[in-house]
Nanobody, 118 residues
Framework: QVQLVESGGGLVQPGGSLRLSCAAS????????MGWYRQAPGKQRELVAA???????NYADSVKGRFTISRDNAKNIVYLQMNSLKPEDTAVYYC????????????WGQGTQVTVSS
């Protein structure tokens, strides 16, 4: 099994920054893509950013130029640097990893709350 643990969420004022981290642990043989999703109240979960093991990235249009995803393959950690935060970024942010333990599977973290408010 693979466990994903997020950290770094919290309350921030508009225009502020936060850095989310997600550490993968357990019986991991390989991790392909890792990513961040978010879900606001009353809305569907949406992709925020994703990164492959080779470093290729993909961003939602709404966060391009403000958020940066990165990862440390040696430590199985993925980061999301969020700058110029807006109230509409408020959501629960979930870490996701396409990982091979005994088979390939999509794993999810428990989520971390990000609230952007003055």
């Amino acid at each position: 099994q693979v466990q994903l643990v997020e950290s770094g969420g919290g309350l921030v004022q508009p225009g502020g920054s936060l850095r989310l981290s997600c550490a993968a642990s357990g019986n991991i043989f390989s991790i392909n893509a890792m990513g961040w999703y978010r879900q606001a109240p009353g809305k569907q979960r949406e992709l925020v950013a994703a990164i492959t093991s080779g470093g290729s990235t993909n961003y939602a249009d709404s966060v391009k130029g403000r958020f940066t995803i990165s990862r440390d393959n040696a430590k199985n950690i993925v980061y999301l640097q969020m700058n110029s935060l807006k109230p509409e970024d408020t959501a629960v942010y979930y870490c996701n990893a396409d990982a091979y333990s005994h088979y390939w599977h999509d794993y999810w973290g428990q989520g971390t709350q990000v609230t952007v408010s003055s």
